[in-house]
């Protein structure tokens, strides 16, 4: 009972069973059952946010010290430091967010002779 699976990226695949197998790098991926992608992604949430929270203080740590150290940086508009902060924030939330689902993605792909093709750790 295979079938094939077009992707988003126009790669066709041969699903058989509870595996999609990827005929390029002779790899094998366990499909994930939707309670699996329910607790992926809320890890994936959690860890994102945490993530947001740890930008948002280094990042307003960093504008304290520079408008308390730097004349130059005294004169730029509340607008651009609040801009900076955010961009602290939201870069670091969204960042970790993706590397906990390529890290839980990761986890699911072996090779052929259902061995980790890919190590399952990420920095944390």
Known sequence: ??????????VCQLACGSQLLDERTNLKMRVMKDGQIDEAMEAALIVGGRAAVR??????????VLHRHWE??????????????????????????ELELLRVSRSHIEDRKGVAAVPNSTPK
């Open 55 to 64: 930008g948002l203080v280094y990042g307003s740590l960093a504008v304290f």
């Open 72 to 97: 130059s940086f005294r004169r730029i508009s509340p607008a651009v430091k609040a801009f900076f902060i955010s961009s602290a924030c939201v870069g670091n939330g969204m960042l970790r967010g």
């Open 1 to 10: 009972d295979c079938h094939i699976i077009a992707s988003a990226r126009g």
